[in-house]
């Protein structure tokens, strides 16, 4: 009936195991500390807490 | 999202004027409550509503900053009610100015907001497709935070820690 409904989002959210936030298609990346608004097509955020490049994900994660 | 309406552990909070409702199952942990109005919203004290904290004009404003229904408010006097748009209050979600990117109003598809909280989590928002740990969901109109200080207990998804752990970034 409805084709919207069939849609799939075109947004493709990613949590990597043991890694980063994968962020691709049609987003705005606000950040908020930061006070930049962005909109990209392909973000990987950190989510461990150790990237020296935040909210980006900088391969902090695999020095454990 | 759909929040159960009949979740238990709600509470509820008053000063002369208003009544604030807090449903802890529907906080995602976005923080502006606290970051706003620690006066009156400090999460590590108990009771952690304190309605004496702030004038109530300044207690609306923050109720109205929540992304989630755990936090809303109502007049005590059950007549001034009606004159509340929706637009004043955060009982529908998703319509408050504040969430919408600077005056533009999204079409339905494709809408997806990334929000970088400050020293707290990612919260998406909008119509997307999740993956984690195996699972794959399609949202609409969703709304979920995603843990970036790593020390959550029920990750990929933020619990509060980060303010326990004092996390920055
Ligand atoms: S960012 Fe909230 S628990 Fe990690």
Same mark, same amino acid.
């Given at each position: 009936m409805e084709d919207n409904k069939e849609k799939k989002p075109k947004t493709v959210i990613?949590?990597?195991?043991?890694?980063?936030?994968k962020i691709s298609g049609n987003f705005i990346l606000k950040d908020i500390k930061r006070d930049k608004e962005t909109p990209m097509g392909e973000v990987w955020l950190c989510r461990c807490g150790k990237s020296s490049d935040k909210p980006f994900c900088d391969g902090s994660h695999k020095n454990k | 999202?759909?929040?159960?309406?009949?979740?238990?552990?709600?509470? %509820?909070?008053?000063?002369?004027?208003?009544?604030?409702?807090?449903?802890?199952?529907?906080?995602?942990?976005?923080?502006?409550?606290?970051?706003?109005?620690?006066?009156?919203?400090?999460?590590?004290?108990?009771?952690?509503?304190?309605?004496?904290?702030?004038?109530?004009? %300044?207690?609306?404003?923050?109720?109205?900053?929540?992304?989630?229904?755990?936090?809303?408010? %109502?007049?005590?006097?059950?007549?001034?009610?009606?004159?509340?748009?929706?637009?004043?209050?955060?009982h529908v979600r998703f319509r408050r100015p504040e969430l919408l990117t600077q005056g533009e109003s999204f079409p339905e598809e494709n809408s997806v907001s990334v929000k970088?909280?400050?020293?707290?989590?990612?919260?998406l928002k909008g119509d997307f497709n999740l993956a984690y740990s195996g699972i794959n969901k399609d949202f609409r109109e969703g709304l979920v935070s995603i843990c970036?200080?790593?020390?959550?207990?029920?990750?990929?998804?933020?619990?509060?820690?980060?303010?326990?752990?004092?996390?920055?970034?």
């Open positions: 990613e949590v990597i195991d043991s890694g980063p936030l | 999202m759909e929040h159960d309406k009949s979740y238990t552990g709600g509470r %509820k909070y008053s000063n002369d004027e208003i009544t604030v409702y807090w449903k802890p199952s529907a906080c995602i942990h976005a923080s502006y409550c606290y970051r706003e109005l620690i006066e009156v919203f400090d999460p590590g004290r108990r009771p952690w509503v304190d309605m004496k904290g702030a004038a109530t004009d %300044k207690i609306i404003e923050t109720v109205n900053m929540c992304p989630t229904e755990a936090l809303t408010w %109502k007049w005590n006097e059950e007549a001034k009610n009606q004159s509340v748009g929706n637009d004043q209050s955060n970088i909280m400050t020293d707290g989590p990612i919260v970036r200080c790593g020390a959550s207990d029920h990750l990929p998804f933020c619990d509060g820690q980060h303010r326990k752990i004092g996390f920055t970034g």
